[in-house]
């Protein structure tokens, strides 16, 4: 998922009794990793990302995204500012790196092909022993020309993944209701690209609130992922929807499809079928 909480969740994937500040936990009994964007808006204390870190079972993994400091401040601040935060953020999740996945570098649309160098220069800093994964938003990038090309090289050189976007089913109808209109306005509407440039490629996968809608999308996604699977990459997959409720529901029927796909890859993404199943946890 790309939260760990929903108040939708409430009674399905936690019993209500269960403290927000806890539920972390319980949310890593039933996920295997977890998209970070509280780092991205504001600075975490470390002893907040300890306990984070301390309450999640040993096979966890967190992907943090980067400060937008750093991301979305990139051409207006001096390259010295930006580094000196880059070098902070990471010297933050030093303590974390067993419980690490891609930490993700998410660059506004405002930053064009001209940026191309100092994105790539700042996956040249990179320290940690852990993957590295960027996202861009200038349909610069998306050109399958020059310039996408330059990004795919510099990134695949690095060793540093390309998240793939995928919003193609939240602009596939018109926003009928408020949660789409709400999507259509905040995600970028960019071609969707999978193309894997190193060992753990990203997925954001951000669904329709008509679920069967999805289906195709799905089918294609579990026959890629499982091309990925069979070529020995370790993908990780981030399921949104429209207003996140249906978020768990979707990531279990991909989850459910690549199996059928790549029998026994990892053991099923079962969730809880109901308040009384949840009352015997």
């Given at each position: 998922?790309?939260?760990w909480q929903h108040p939708a969740w409430t009674n399905w994937l936690y019993p209500s009794?269960?403290?927000?500040?806890?539920?972390?936990?319980?949310?890593?009994?039933?996920?295997?990793?977890?998209?970070?964007?509280?780092?991205?808006?504001?600075?975490?204390?470390?002893?907040?990302?300890?306990?984070?870190?301390?309450?999640?079972?040993?096979?966890?993994?967190?992907?943090?995204?980067?400060?937008?400091?750093?991301?979305?401040?990139?051409?207006?601040?001096?390259?010295?500012?930006?580094?000196?935060?880059?070098?902070?953020?990471?010297?933050?999740?030093?303590?974390?790196?067993?419980?690490?996945?891609?930490?993700?570098?998410?660059?506004?649309?405002?930053?064009a092909g001209e940026s191309l160098k100092k994105i790539l220069s700042l996956c040249d800093?990179?320290?940690?022993?852990?993957?590295?994964?960027?996202?861009?938003?200038?349909?610069?990038?998306?050109?399958?020309?020059?310039?996408?090309?330059?990004?795919?090289?510099?990134?695949?050189?690095?060793?540093?993944?390309?998240?793939?976007?995928?919003?193609?089913?939240?602009?596939?109808?018109?926003?009928?209701?408020?949660?789409?209109?709400?999507?259509?306005?905040?995600?970028?509407?960019?071609?969707?690209?999978?193309?894997?440039?190193?060992?753990?490629?990203?997925?954001?996968?951000?669904?329709?609130?008509?679920?069967?809608?999805?289906?195709?999308?799905?089918?294609?996604?579990?026959?890629?992922?499982?091309?990925?699977?069979?070529?020995?990459?370790?993908?990780?997959?981030?399921?949104?929807?429209?207003?996140?409720?249906?978020?768990?529901?979707?990531?279990?029927?991909?989850?459910?499809?690549?199996?059928?796909?790549?029998?026994?890859?990892?053991?099923?993404?079962?969730?809880?079928?109901?308040?009384?199943?949840?009352?015997?946890?």
């Amino acid at each position: 998922m790309a939260q760990w909480q929903h108040p939708a969740w409430t009674n399905w994937l936690y019993p209500s009794s269960l403290p927000a500040s806890e539920r972390i936990g319980r949310y890593s009994d039933i996920f295997p990793t977890v998209e970070v964007g509280s780092t991205f808006y504001t600075k975490v204390d470390q002893a907040q990302l300890q306990r984070w870190y301390e309450m999640v079972n040993n096979d966890f993994r967190f992907c943090f995204k980067v400060s937008q400091e750093i991301t979305h401040r990139l051409n207006e601040r001096s390259w010295g500012e930006v580094v000196a935060d880059w070098l902070s953020f990471m010297e933050s999740l030093v303590p974390l790196q067993s419980k690490l996945g891609p930490t993700m570098l998410q660059f506004p649309s405002s930053c064009a092909g001209e940026s191309l160098k100092k994105i790539l220069s700042l996956c040249d800093l990179w320290e940690l022993e852990v993957p590295l994964s960027v996202e861009v938003r200038h349909l610069s990038f998306f050109d399958k020309g020059v310039v996408e090309k330059g990004l795919l090289a510099g990134l695949s050189n690095a060793g540093v993944n390309r998240v793939v976007m995928d919003s193609r089913p939240i602009f596939s109808t018109p926003a009928y209701c408020e949660s789409l209109v709400d999507a259509q306005r905040k995600k970028p509407r960019v071609p969707c690209h999978p193309v894997a440039t190193a060992q753990h490629p990203v997925v954001r996968f951000i669904g329709h609130p008509d679920l069967s809608l999805n289906e195709v999308w799905l089918d294609q996604w579990a026959l890629k992922l499982s091309q990925w699977l069979k070529e020995g990459l370790q993908p990780f997959v981030f399921v949104h929807s429209s207003d996140n409720i249906a978020a768990p529901t979707l990531a279990a029927r991909l989850d459910e499809k690549v199996n059928l796909l790549v029998p026994d890859y990892q053991p099923a993404l079962l969730l809880p079928d109901s308040q009384e199943q949840i009352a015997l946890w």
